[in-house]
């Protein structure tokens, strides 16, 4: 038995109040959606491929469903249900269950603060993805990715320079930069609650 071996909500939601996320000063905000859900082969999260679009600077990047943040909105919260449903026609006002709120990111290529909020929602929905800005949808088994099996490293070509981040393999697909940081905050925070050693301690690449 793992941590994602079933979904289980009440230890998730533990490991996110047991301080509050740290938010970043920046006054340019955006919302993420981490939807988890249940699966024969354990806990999944919902991830997207961004289509290719003339100033995205995500385009074409792995990332979950999420965007900006407007007045209409009221609230970050609302924006990540907002954009889950424009983008992956999933519901979460009505279908999701609100775990928590991870700590803020900063993508490298954004003056942005991206806040994280973690839904669960069971049954497993069916997504239906926008075409002009998602062009294809991915269930990640999170126990897979806690156990840092499929972890390695992604080079990123800049010019004259060659970068490596740290990365999750999915298949053809390779999840990296912010995304990659959302889900291992969410792991190791699950781990911690838990008396586990973080996971970057257990690098197979290392």
């Known amino acids: 038995m793992t941590a994602w071996n079933r979904l289980d909500r009440e230890l998730v939601r533990h490991a996110l109040s047991a301080r509050p996320p740290r938010l970043a000063d920046l006054q340019r905000r955006a ?5 988890l859900t249940e699966a024969p082969l354990g806990v999944e999260v919902l991830l997207i ?24 909105d009221g609230a970050l919260l609302e924006t990540a249900r907002r954009e889950t449903a424009e983008e ?8 999701g269950e609100l775990l ?9 290529n954004a003056a942005v603060a991206v806040s994280p909020f973690v839904f669960a929602v069971v049954p497993r929905p069916v ?3 926008h075409g ?7 269930w990640a088994n999170l126990d897979a990715l806690a156990r840092g099996e499929s972890r390695v490293e992604h080079e990123l070509r800049m010019e004259q320079r060659v970068l ?3 990365a999750f393999r999915l298949g053809e697909h390779v999840v990296w ?13 699950v781990r911690e609650t838990l008396n586990l050693e973080p996971l970057e301690a257990n690098d197979p690449r290392g």
């Open 127 to 129: 997504p239906s993805p």
């Open 31 to 35: 919302a993420v959606a981490v939807v």
């Open 132 to 138: 002009e800005e998602v062009d294809a949808v991915v």
């Open 177 to 189: 930069g912010m995304t990659y940081r959302v889900l291992l905050a969410l792991i190791e925070r």
């Open 88 to 95: 992956v026609g999933v519901d979460l006002r009505h279908a």
């Open 164 to 166: 490596r981040f740290p």
């Open 100 to 108: 928590g709120q991870l700590d803020d990111v900063l993508p490298g």
């Open 49 to 72: 491929r961004r289509a290719m679009r003339a100033g995205d600077p995500w385009s074409g990047q792995m990332a979950l469903p999420g965007g900006h943040y407007a007045e209409a």
